[in-house]
């Protein structure tokens, strides 16, 4: 993703703990007291900048949004967007998806949404992908048992691979899209590489898939 630098990300980061932490290890297994309400938390690995995850918070009061972000500069438009909304049910997280078990208890998460994860098309980079088996232990991990992961994405190699991945792993694919827009799929909420994607024409792909190894 380009991203314009942005002077100073890190001191607003730093200025809002109330919604944005850099390093969650201290609260692993208490995220419901970040939290006004005690009640199931969905994750969304590689939120951008945010636009899905602050819109899903705001659809669904009932839910515990946690988005969670590789790159301070993506994270910065999340965080600009909480700091205006103030939304109770959503919190930040500046963490490498790879490393979550270091962030969440096992069993903490409800379900975990996955969007527009980058493509990482070489061969040798498959271990990068989000759909590689390597994060789908790790996101069944922090998981309770029969928890479902969501997925969308433009890349039609992406998605070929993970349902192969997902498969492999042992996961039910509950159901699948290959054209989720020309679908009666109801209440989806875009992201911004997807209203970019879908405004070119191309077909947006989703799953749905429950883990079954715990
Ligand atoms: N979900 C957004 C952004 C998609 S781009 C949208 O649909 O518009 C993919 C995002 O995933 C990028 O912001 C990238 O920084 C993030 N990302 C990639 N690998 C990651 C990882 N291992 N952990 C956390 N975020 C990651």
Do not use: C
Not at 49 to 74: C, R, W
Not at 189 to 198: A, D, G, H, R, V
């Amino acid at each position: 993703m380009r991203l314009r630098n942005k002077p100073g990300a890190m001191d607003t980061i730093i200025a809002n703990p109330q919604y944005i932490l850099t390093d969650g290890s201290q609260w692993r297994g208490k995220w419901q007291d970040r939290f006004e309400k005690e009640q199931p938390i969905h994750i969304e690995v590689g939120s951008g900048k945010g636009q899905f995850i602050v819109e899903m918070a705001k659809a669904h009061p009932d839910i515990n949004y946690i988005s969670i972000e590789l790159q301070t500069n993506a994270m910065i438009s999340v965080l600009e967007k909480q700091l205006e909304e103030k939304l109770p049910n959503l919190q930040l997280l500046l963490v490498n998806g790879a490393d979550l078990t270091d962030f969440f208890a096992d069993g903490e998460v409800s379900q975990v949404y996955l969007n527009f994860s980058d493509p990482w098309p070489k061969k040798k980079h498959e271990k990068r992908r989000l759909t590689f088996k390597t994060f789908l232990k790790t996101y069944e991990t922090i998981s309770k048992p029969k928890a479902q992961l969501h997925f969308k994405t433009d890349n039609q190699g992406l998605f070929e691979y993970s349902l192969a991945s997902l498969s492999r792993y042992g996961m039910t694919l509950n159901q699948v899209w290959l054209d989720l827009h020309h679908s009666d799929y109801e209440g989806n909420i875009m992201t911004e590489y997807e209203e970019k994607f879908s405004a070119k024409g191309q077909p947006i792909y989703r799953l749905e898939a429950t883990f079954n190894n715990k």
